[in-house]
């Protein structure tokens, strides 16, 4: 009775813990879904806009020249034609002090750039002068601020004055520091450039500390400029220090293009690349023409030559009123007077698939296309655009007080307000960490908090191609880092994912079918004897840690593979051959002699293994002299021919061919005329075929390589080499070795479970098909393997997924290049490696760090997809091998 009761109590038990940890593992992953989901919603969410001030400013209704704000939103300065530099609180618009720039002379042209605070003045006397204005900030101590600050409370602000000649602003941080913020300028000698006046002038600007924009030097000042005499100048300012006096001189050197016949009116916009190089000159009807600085053929300096002449404009009578850089100098805002907006920048006219780009001919090999169409607000002029100082984003007036937030490279509309009294706006901005925006009206200043979610980004940017500057057409990146703001934001997962699925389908190549055969082998072939050494010595792989083995593939394996590709590329096909040959041979050997050795069978597997590595050795250096042109590595590079690349392809479909042929023809046949031979007639016959059938499957691929390889001369195009494709330039950390280390990661797992799987079939069906006289082999491929089909696609299922969410090894072995293509011998970058490389170091909730999260996401869906397929088919295979 109380045993009675112990079982019932156990059972109740068992049930109670069973049915909590399946309850729990559901919970558990939906947990992870929501999480994830819930990181990544975001990058959906819309831009807003919040808190809104409206200020009349302090200058009344003089229009500025331009207007900058630190990036703390604490103050502010404008410049006016006439050389007056003035300060102001941001928060109150108090007036904080004045300054003169220049005196005497009348301002007609300035240049500005995104992100810099360095200018240059063009005045009506033909003279130019670069000015330096920057924001200063300090720090000062509590101890050490003055007492009147004392008891101010964090994010408070007070105007602050050093000194008689400076005043800025003190603000307390939450750290409990004083904050100042201060304005600093300076400027150069003016410079004499022509006796008319500047009408417009453009300049590279510095490139700011930590920066990789190309641009100029202190001492090396490259500007362009047009004046009243109708001539176009690129100019260099060098500074000159005598080494005896210590004086600077300035040393303008120039080059003076006349351009009144190039068309007929005057030109409206004049830009200047980051590289300073190309100059852009563009007029109101929407030509551009773009001159290259290129030296000269008889030497004698450098010379301005026309490139190519654009239409900005194209299929418009619309009018060009905006035309300027965004952030990093590369791309072109072009706004017209019918609400139409867009982005242009130079590209490779040979490597563009865009057939009118390729159309253009051009000195320098470069055209200008306009790459992306922003959504346009049509009958509605643009007045004004600035670009943000450290995003791709760009905010846009319009004259109707509307006022549009764009993003260049997703070509996502941000933001689309309008002014409270639909006033004409003058001007707008983006605060320097793009968290306000600034827009300018007749009736005053208006600021808003802004918060632009996560603009870089949108479901098609992460997985269809975008059009980057430098490249000749759109492309899938992964480059979530630079050394400075300038570079453009690539976030395309699909690199990530075509990584992950070569790393995959490599591994697998390698280790399923190893491990399924090895399974097979030691379930039916082999004794209880060798199967009880066996089966633990193949799982005792599986305690070998990834790092270990990602360790060993990255410093010892990929070294010793790049140095002997030949030896390892001969093994592939050498070692099988030799397995088999040794089969064939073992046939041959006395009936009696047979069944003693049976039970060592499996060790005279070793030294067939070891003579199939030293033949590979030896006819390694044989086979990269006749068939890789005497160096795998140049050959993969493109030397020499490339059909031996496409018979590495089809020797499985040749094999395949071969097989065919000897089960349709060739066994028919000799079974009807070998019923009288003894064993060993027989195994000389079977020696004999497969030699005859392995000739014959490198002879039909041979043919269809090429074939393949020379049938597009026929039709007069070139030869068709797939060196390129799924085989190409050399990398020493690459899929090849990943795929066969990865693949002894695999191996345990996938043997286990398909040997247990294999094992469970019942003894019955194994003796009734032996009773019914077939052989071994015939029982275990008709019988043992439909039965245990469901155990030994489990076994694929969790290798599969093992593989999927592998880190250690792909980090350390696979290059981290996150490539597109399937070549074998290049290296990749997978989503879990990302996440592992980049997540610690990734700002909290910024796009690069919910982009992260948005690829565990994926990798968690395809885990799900494919172990949801899995189940679907092993449940069909299941009940196949009940019905047996």
Not at 115 to 144: E, K, M, N, P, Y
Not at 645 to 659: D, H, Q, R
Not at 671 to 686: D, E, G, H, T, V
Request: hydrophobic share 50%; glycine share 8%; net charge negative.
């Amino acid at each position: 009775m109380k045993t009675r009761w112990t079982v019932a109590a156990a059972d109740v038990l068992s049930e109670f813990v069973i049915t909590v940890g399946g309850i729990g593992t559901i919970v558990a992953v939906l947990a992870v879904f929501v999480v994830l989901v819930a990181r990544v919603a975001p990058l959906g969410l819309p831009a807003s806009l919040s808190g809104e001030v409206a200020r009349e400013t302090h200058w009344g209704a003089t229009e500025p020249v331009h207007l900058a704000i630190d990036e703390y939103q604490t103050i502010g300065w404008v410049l006016f034609d006439d050389g007056r530099l003035e300060t102001f609180r941001v928060d109150n618009g108090e007036k904080l002090g004045e300054r003169q720039l220049f005196k005497d002379k009348q301002l007609s042209a300035v240049s500005t750039s995104v992100g810099r605070g360095g200018l240059l003045l063009g005045f009506l006397d033909g003279s130019i002068q670069f000015a330096d204005i920057h924001f200063a900030t300090t720090f000062i101590d509590v101890v050490d601020a003055p007492e009147q600050f004392h008891g101010m409370k964090p994010g408070e602000r007070a105007t602050y004055q050093p000194n008689d000649n400076e005043t800025g602003v003190l603000e307390l941080t939450s750290q409990g520091q004083y904050r100042v913020q201060l304005l600093e300028s300076s400027v150069l000698d003016p410079v004499q450039v022509t006796d008319k006046a500047i009408l417009m002038l453009d300049h590279v600007p510095e490139a700011a500390s930590g920066g990789n924009q190309v641009s100029i030097s202190k001492d090396d000042r490259k500007y362009v400029c047009f004046a009243a005499d109708g001539k176009l100048r690129y100019g260099t300012l060098k500074e000159e220090e005598d080494f005896l006096t210590g004086d600077v001189t300035l040393k303008n050197e120039t080059i003076a293009l006349e351009i009144a016949d190039i068309q007929g009116e005057r030109p409206q916009f004049l830009l200047q690349t980051a590289r300073g190089n190309d100059i852009l000159l563009a007029w109101k009807s929407g030509q551009m023409v773009r001159f290259v600085r290129e030296n000269a053929e008889d030497g004698s300096g450098y010379h301005l030559n026309p490139a190519e002449k654009v239409d900005l404009l194209p299929d418009t009578d619309a009018q060009l009123t905006v035309c300027d850089f965004i952030l990093g100098r590369e791309t072109v805002f072009v706004g017209d007077s019918q609400g139409g907006a867009s982005g242009w920048f130079l590209v490779r006219g040979a490597e563009t698939e865009e057939p009118e780009l390729q159309a253009r001919k051009t000195s320098d090999g470069f055209t200008l296309a306009r790459v992306h169409v922003l959504q346009p607000a049509p009958g509605e002029k643009i007045n004004s655009m600035r670009a943000s100082e450290r995003s791709r984003m760009l905010v846009v007036g319009y004259e109707s007080g509307r006022f549009r937030v764009y993003q260049m490279t997703t070509e996502r509309l941000v933001l689309d307000r309008h002014l409270p009294k639909d006033a004409p706006v003058i001007g707008a901005m983006i605060m320097p960490k793009d968290n306000g925006l600034l827009v300018e009206s007749g009736e005053g200043i208006y600021f808003w908090d802004f918060d632009p979610r996560h603009p870089e980004i949108t479901v098609a940017a992460a997985i269809m191609p975008v059009w980057y500057e430098g490249y000749p057409k759109p492309r899938q990146i992964w480059q979530s880092s630079s050394a400075g703001v300038e570079p453009e934001m690539k976030l395309g997962l699909y690199p990530l994912i075509s990584g992950t699925l070569k790393a995959t389908f490599y591994s697998m190549l390698f280790g399923a079918p190893i491990a399924l055969l090895a399974a097979i082998y030691t379930s039916e072939f082999t004794t209880h004897k060798v199967r009880a050494v066996v089966k633990p010595t193949v799982e005792m792989m599986a305690s070998l840690p990834s790092v270990v083995l990602g360790f060993l593939a990255a410093i010892v394996f990929a070294p010793i593979v790049e140095s002997f590709l030949a030896f390892f590329l001969t093994t592939i096909v050498v070692v099988p051959l030799t397995f088999i040959l040794a089969a064939m041979m073992w046939q041959l050997l006395p009936r009696r002699i047979g069944l003693i050795l049976e039970s060592w069978r499996l060790w005279f597997m070793v030294p067939a293994l070891l003579l199939g590595l030293a033949v590979s050795y030896l006819l390694g250096p044989l086979v990269e002299q006749i068939a890789f042109d005497g160096n795998v590595k140049l050959w993969l590079d493109g030397r020499g021919s490339g059909v031996v690349g496409w018979l590495m392809m089809l020797l499985p479909l040749g094999g395949m061919f071969a097989f065919f042929l000897n089960g349709a023809f060739i066994n028919p046949y000799l079974r009807a005329r070998a019923l009288q031979w003894n064993r060993s007639q027989f195994a000389f016959l079977s020696l004999a075929k497969f030699a005859a059938l392995v000739l014959l499957t490198f002879g039909v691929a041979w043919l269809l390589s090429s074939a393949l390889y020379w049938l597009p001369t026929l039709f007069g195009a070139e030869v068709w080499d797939p060196r390129g494709t799924f085989i190409d330039s050399y990398a020493q950390r690459n899929s090849f070795v990943v795929g066969f280390v990865m693949g002894f990661a695999v191996i345990p797992i996938i043997y286990t479970i398909a040997d247990d799987a294999l094992a469970t079939v019942p003894k019955h069906l194994r003796s009734a098909s032996l009773g019914c006289g077939a052989t071994p082999w015939q029982t275990t491929v008709r019988v043992v393997i439909p039965t245990a089909m469901s155990g030994l696609f489990s076994a694929l299922m969790i290798g599969l997924g093992r593989v999927v969410g592998e880190t250690m090894i792909v980090l350390m072995a696979g290059g981290n290049t996150p490539v597109t293509d399937w070549n074998i011998f290049s290296g990749f970058r997978t989503l879990s490696a990302t996440i592992a490389i980049e997540l610690p170091e990734a700002v909290e909730n910024s796009t690069h760090f919910r982009m992260l999260f948005a690829a565990a996401l994926v990798l968690f869906v395809i885990t799900f997809l494919i172990n949801t397929a899995a189940e679907i088919v092993r449940l069909r295979f299941r009940k196949r091998a009940y019905q047996l």
